[in-house]
């Protein structure tokens, strides 16, 4: 369970590192595609913020990407490795994926978005923004993630017990 704990809390930390990177490093406009809609139109574009900013962002935005399948191809070795059967399996990959969705509920919506001002910092153009104050603006898509990951925890679960 401890296992479980700490790769949920790398996962977070790879989640929130990627917005830090493309919000205060590579700051295109394209990345803001998750935003309500107001503090889409009001992003505009920049030029780096020093030279090489835009490669760093960029490299670190990659690496917490690859952090994700290594992650879940960690928690599926280590379940092998100290015997887990299909259900703890499930049980691993759920528990992961579910403290992840309340991460990101939580402290990126609701507290980054509509608490903090992470983006104003970063994109003071869009101080005033009624998005800021519309949590549940995504809501539709927590949902559809909400149901869709205990289909994918067994998918994970069922390619793990093919490797016992």
């Known amino acids: 369970m401890i296992t479980t704990l700490i790769l949920s809390l790398v996962l977070m930390a790879a989640m929130f590192g990627m917005i830090w990177a493309a919000v205060a490093l590579i700051q295109k406009k394209r990345f803001y595609s998750s935003a309500p809609k107001d503090i889409q139109d009001a992003i505009i574009e920049r030029s780096e913020r020093f030279r090489g900013a835009r490669l760093i962002g960029y490299a670190i935005a990659f690496l917490c990407l690859a952090v994700f399948p290594a992650v879940f191809i960690f928690a599926g070795w280590d379940g092998v490795r100290q015997g887990y059967n299909f ?3 499930f049980g691993r990959y759920i ?3 579910y403290l992840l969705k309340a991460f990101d509920i939580i402290f990126l919506d609701w507290f980054l ?3 903090s001002h992470f983006y104003q910092h970063y994109a003071p ?4 923004c009624e998005g800021y104050h519309q949590f549940g603006f995504n809501k539709k898509q927590h949902i559809i993630h909400i149901i869709i990951f205990p289909f994918i925890a067994l998918i994970a679960a069922g390619i793990c017990t093919l490797f016992i």
Request: glycine fraction near 8%; charge should be negative.
């Open 95 to 97: 528990a992961i994926l």
């Open 125 to 128: 153009e869009t101080e005033g």
């Open 87 to 89: 259900w703890m399996f």
């Open 113 to 115: 978005l509509t608490k």
